[in-house]
């Protein structure tokens, strides 16, 4: 049963520490989103990468956020340096849209998130 | 960017059949229209995708009209386990899910 695998599901770190988050993509797909979920905000859209490119990250804060993919295979997000008000739950999502003009079946498959607190 | 809007919240109780509408205001020519459901402490999973008429799956239909504006997601003799929040995001190029529909189930 193919699936979408972050790590760690929880992380616990003192303001100013960097936090690393990764994703394993189900295999095959070539589109990788990810999310940040709080009470207040809901499920927020930080960035998204198509063929391991980024085409999507103004849901970012750029000053601490940054995401990348260093391969097919793993998607990370950085938070440098974290601040209390990062806690949430950011997920990762994968899929196979192909994106342009046709963007049918863009379906996504979520990962079981990590969640983070920021003390 | 274009958003899609949904009720905040619904009560419903065990047995009844729930309809949740989506509004789809800027959907665009080749779009579907997807519908993901959400626990608690879990991620949102896929529940429908339709493009025009009526889809319907071992989980839900969903009802879509012919200028595509707007969808219903229906859920047949709803369950506890049914309480959840179901989103339709936009697709916009991307997916952007907002607060979703706060659906509680009673017994």
């Known amino acids: 049963d193919a699936r979408v695998t972050q790590t760690p599901r929880h992380k616990v770190t003192e303001m100013g520490q960097e936090v690393t988050m990764r994703c394993q993509p189900i295999l095959g797909h070539n589109t990788v989103f990810w999310y940040r979920q709080t009470m207040m905000q809901g499920l927020e859209l930080l960035a998204y990468?198509?063929?391991?490119?980024?085409?999507?990250d103004s849901g970012m804060p750029k000053d601490r956020f940054s995401a990348e993919m260093p391969d097919a295979t793993l998607a990370t997000l950085k938070i440098q340096p974290s601040e209390p008000r990062d806690s949430a739950v950011y997920f990762c999502?994968?899929?196979?849209?192909?994106?342009?003009?046709?963007?049918?079946?863009?379906?996504?498959?979520f990962g079981a998130g990590t969640r983070l607190s920021v003390l | 960017l274009a958003k899609t809007t949904q009720p905040i919240s619904m009560d419903s109780y065990e047995g009844q059949e729930v309809n949740i509408t989506c509004s789809h205001n800027n959907i665009a020519t080749n779009d579907y229209i997807t519908w993901y459901q959400q626990f608690p402490s879990q991620g949102p999973r896929f529940i429908i995708q339709g493009y025009k008429t009526k889809v319907t799956n071992e989980v839900a239909s969903l009802f879509i009209p012919a200028d595509r504006k707007s969808s219903t997601l229906s859920l047949p003799r709803v369950s506890l386990s049914d309480t959840a929040v179901y989103y339709c995001?936009?697709?916009?190029?991307?997916?952007?899910f907002g607060a979703g529909t706060r659906l509680t189930v009673k017994p």
């Open positions: 999502a994968s899929g196979s849209g192909t994106g342009g003009a046709s963007k049918s079946k863009n379906i996504q498959y």
């Open positions: 990468f198509r063929n391991r490119a980024p085409l999507d």
């Open positions: 995001p936009d697709d916009q190029g991307d997916m952007r």
